[in-house]
């Protein structure tokens, strides 16, 4: 019995095409949306969406008494972020973009959940750095932001109490829709929201971990550390750093979220799920809905 589940496992792993024998799980059948680990403790502001297309222009509240310019996101309507997100095709997508400046923000399922997969990473770093690091804590944090590198992500989610390092975060950045995953050991299956991702952005600029947390992801290398070509989305967009995150459910579910800082101005994050098992299909839908982004925000790849 045990050499006819090895088959399988094998079998799935080299049938299924293009997908990567580290980066398989079990399909969950749990659901992600309970909502965060915390109360909301923003202004209690809400976004209103659109109900037909899952699409919001908003504005967050943020100061702008710094606008050096007209924002291009002023441009973009409710059916100009959903015609983006719609290139990813069979993909499904949560897209956000907001103005860092201003405050606006434009989002197609901006709140829906979705598994982390390696964008967790970037949530525990902010905690991490928190904190009294070591030489090789600091390496590790570093390895986890630039090169996306799990063994270094492992230690870090142990050692720094992952699981509420998540809704400590969470807390301090008004992120509504991100929460701990259920199974502790799972730190891929942290849930997030692109409307929260860029959130985060937000936060991390104006606070004491920025130059930390932007210089390692400005860093980023094309290949990760487990030989994954992460230069897809907005990773290797001129002037742009971001975090990467991949990851494949069986039986053929292929996450690829991108989501950073475009032109010093705009937080962007597109997350996605493909049904293909493909990841050159999911690869190119994520980098259509990209481009198309950033086509709008007048920023050039």
Known sequence: MRWALIVFLVAAVFVIPDASPCLAH??????????????????????????????DVSD??????????????????????????AAGGASDVGLAVLDLQTGQLVSSQGDKPFYSASLSKLILAVDALRQPLSGDDVDLVDRALSLSDDNAMDVLWTRFDGMDAIGRVAAAAGLTGTHAPEDPSQWGEVVITANDMVRLYHYILGSPQRDAIVGALSKASATAADGFDQAFGLLGVTGAYAKQGWMFYLPAEVYLHSAGVVDGRYAVAVLTTNPTGSWTTARTSINAVSTAALAKLGVKG
Do not use: E, M, Q
Not at 38 to 53: E, I, K, R, W
């Open 26 to 55: 079990g399909k969950p059948s749990a659901d992600i949306s309970r909502g965060p680990d915390v109360l909301d403790t923003g202004d209690g502001s809400s976004d209103a969406a659109d109900p037909n297309d899952g699409a």
């Open 60 to 85: 967050t509240g943020s100061n702008t008494s710094d606008i050096g310019s007209t924002s291009a996101i002023s441009d973009i309507s409710a059916a100009d972020i959903s015609d983006i997100a």
